[in-house]
């Protein structure tokens, strides 16, 4: 192993959502060296800027990760693909391009669990600092910060037709659910400027590669952190001809790594279980228990129905309508290669006495197996539904002590009462609105699931045969107050100096929405708390320098 020279005040571990807002925050101040690793390759590829390019990259090796979970018995045994991002910006790269924030419940909550710092008081700001929604002003809605946040450039007849009748359903419509009020249904909001996606790498280090202070270096994998004497000194890399260097961090290392990343790199590094890290004969640094653990996910439930009327699944079948569709994007950025993951969203309750909507919809006016797979062969759209505050709890454990075999990721889908019952609920839900006018005339067959399933057991067996990921894993270094919480309000490692996690496995519960604005909000409050506890530290150090 060849011992690299390289030393930088911080070091952050993965470009990702969170990852980028850290490097860009830390290194705006000249005086500090900040070192920015990424797995994956540069951002390079047309079809990460492309909005609809996530249909080429996720499931490819050379943007995703390409985890693939246990076989999870609450998902009927059967294992499913979690992709996630390996390239500059992470999985805000290949992302859907949803932009969701969350209830501000969920922060609030936060706090009152013991985390200082984390209402959405405190937070809120962040948010609004970090971005410019272009559709103008609103509570709350940022005017001056890089990521561009903007209205779709789309819009389709069948979508139109499943807001009128969510509508008669007496569901109210929301013209901002990043406002003071997240009910209702209404068209999603989207990280993509002038028909082109602004990841977390396009509006955070886009602009400042220039940096003296920062360094960027892609294709460097992390197989562990250093941890000398109880403090985290540096890491170890690997790049892709098999040479190793070691980074050192003189004051912190930061991982940004994602919810299975970080804390699998902790448990290389010594931090997790103790008798499961003795195992893998690997040395124990910190008896750490729950890494790995809480991890949380967004189960969604694809309801496909058939249409007598064409979807985007007719639009992308010919050459010729594929050549428009390119034509137009080429020369306007507008049209269905601006497209979102989905393009219409539903915030619903399935019970009267819940104080804040329990399940999203995602409305897609297409349909397919999987968004990397290509569209169904018919005319058709989907309701995606997944429940927002799951219970289930499933686990992150190591495979192997190598950092490039993938861990054992168990999510433990539905294995609580409340879980399944809201998933069934949210079927139910979905079904009501497709039966109701203006919706019901466009529909010819409900497709997924037919007709013929009903009843609680028969739609919840479906579920579990049928429901996927919606690509939202949080969780596995728990923030708290209690000892056994992986990391502490202020996002440092129980136990070990010099070492951080800012990015979603850090949450305690998942947050109501989709995560990659929070993970994004995530990555500045941690850099806002190193920027304070650096300016702590320098008083303390004139104070003790005049006592002296």
């Known amino acids: 192993m060849a011992v690299g020279q390289e030393i930088s005040d911080y070091v952050v571990v993965g470009a990702g959502s969170a990852g980028c807002v850290v490097a860009n925050r830390l290194s705006a101040d000249p005086g500090i060296r900040v070192t920015l690793l990424e797995a994956g390759g540069r951002d390079t590829s047309p079809w990460i800027h492309i909005p609809v390019g996530y249909f080429r990259t996720m499931h490819n090796p050379e943007f995703d990760w390409c985890y693939r979970t246990e076989p999870d018995p609450g998902l009927a045994g059967r294992a499913i693909h979690w992709p996630r991002g390996k390239v500059l910006g992470g ?167 994602g919810a299975i990343g970080s804390p699998q790199l902790l448990m290389l590094s010594g931090v997790g279980d103790a008798e499961q890290l003795t195992a893998q004969g690997i040395r124990v640094a910190r008896h750490s228990p729950e890494v790995g653990r809480n991890l949380q996910d967004h189960l969604q439930a694809r309801l496909v129905f058939k249409c007598r009327e064409a979807t985007l699944n007719d639009e992308v079948r010919s050459l010729f309508n594929k050549a428009r569709i390119g034509l137009e994007y080429a020369l306007f950025r507008t049209g269905p290669m601006t497209m979102a993951a989905s393009l219409v969203f539903g915030f619903l309750r399935t019970r009267p006495e819940l104080v804040t909507p329990d399940i999203q919809f995602h409305i897609q006016p297409w349909s397919a197996d999987s968004p990397g797979e290509g569209v169904h062969p018919f005319s058709a759209f989907t309701q995606s539904v997944c429940q927002l505050r799951p219970e289930s709890r499933g686990t992150v454990t190591l495979r192997s002590p190598d950092a490039r075999d993938a861990p054992l990721i168990q999510p433990n889908y539905l294995s609580t009462r409340t879980d399944c019952d809201t998933v069934v609920a949210g079927i139910e839900i979905a079904r009501q609105i497709a039966r109701t006018e203006p919706l019901r005339a466009a529909i010819s067959e409900e497709f997924r699931p037919a007709p013929g399933v009903q009843g609680y057991d028969e739609t919840l067996a479906w579920a579990r045969e049928n429901s996927t990921t919606i690509y939202h894993p949080t969780g596995t270094c728990r923030m708290g107050v209690d000892d056994r919480a992986v990391v502490d309000p202020r996002l440092r490692v129980r136990g070990v100096e010099g070492l951080r996690v800012a990015d979603c496995s850090i949450m305690p519960e998942i947050v109501s929405g989709n995560t990659n604005a929070p993970a994004m909000m995530i990555g500045a409050k941690l850099a806002q708390m190193v920027i304070e506890d650096r300016a702590m530290a320098g008083q303390v150090g004139g104070v003790l320098g005049k006592v002296a």
């Not at 400027?193 to 396009?202: E, N």
Request: with cysteine.
């Open 91 to 257: 999985s805000s790269s290949l992302n859907g391009l949803l932009y969701v924030r969350g209830q501000r419940q969920d922060y609030d909550h936060w706090a009152q669990m013991g985390n200082r710092g984390w209402s959405w008081s405190e937070v809120g700001p962040l948010f609004e600092e970090l971005e410019t929604f272009q559709r103008g002003s609103g509570e709350g809605r940022g005017s001056e910060g890089a990521l561009q946040v903007s209205d779709p450039r789309l819009r389709r007849r069948i979508c139109e037709l499943w807001i009128e009748a969510a509508k008669a359903q007496g569901i109210p419509y929301n013209p901002d659910y990043n406002g003071p009020v997240q009910d209702g249904v209404g068209h999603f909001q989207l990280t993509v400027d002038k028909g082109r996606r602004c990841s977390s790498a396009k509006a955070f280090l886009t602009p400042i590669r220039d940096r003296a202070n920062l360094r960027i270096e892609t294709h460097a994998q992390v197989l562990r952190v250093m941890i000398e004497e109880g403090r985290a000194t540096g890491v170890e890399i690997i790049r892709p001809d098999g040479s190793r260097d070691v980074i050192r961090a003189a004051r912190e290392v930061i991982l940004c790594a």
